[in-house]
């Protein structure tokens, strides 16, 4: 699965281990926020590539997600969300096919909203193109 979709999907659950539910809610130093950053990105698996104006999409974590931004709110809804749907479908971002698995910075920021449709089996669903490369 290295290099997958599907693999990333596996590894995303991960994180899902990694919190807890009592006054302690992170394991370890949350590192003057930036563990509670990370974790509010990776909850919406939405990932932020650093240096480039790309956000990598997985697959969602929750049925519903909505970031309140300075432009409007963008939302994150998935229908056929559970345990046994981890794989995207279909994606859909402001009403138009999503046949990629990342975002330029500019398409989150501007709002909207980025529905999925899950599946019980892997899918061809934002795997190709790359997302783009910049020169340092």
């Avoid at 990694?18 to 950053?37: C, E, F, K, Q």
């Avoid at 969300?81 to 910075?105: F, N, Q």
Wanted: proline content about 8%; aromatic content about 10%; hydrophobic content about 35%.
């Amino acid at each position: 699965d290295l290099g997958s979709s599907s693999g990333t999907t596996k590894s995303q659950m991960c994180g899902k281990f990694l919190t807890l539910s009592g006054p302690g809610g992170l394991l370890g130093n949350d590192d003057s926020d930036a563990l509670s950053y990370w974790f509010v990105w990776n909850a919406t698996r939405l990932f932020p590539v650093s240096g480039q104006p790309v956000i990598l999409i997985g697959s969602p974590n929750f049925e519903r997600a909505c970031w309140h931004l300075s432009d409007g709110d963008f939302t994150i809804e998935c229908d056929s969300h559970g345990p046994d749907h981890l794989y995207v479908k279909k994606a859909i971002l402001s009403g138009k096919p999503l046949e990629i698995a990342w975002l330029r910075l500019d398409e989150l920021v501007s709002s909207g909203t980025l529905r999925f449709t899950m599946s019980k089996k892997p899918s061809s669903c934002g795997s190709s193109p790359v997302p783009p490369s910049f020169p340092a």
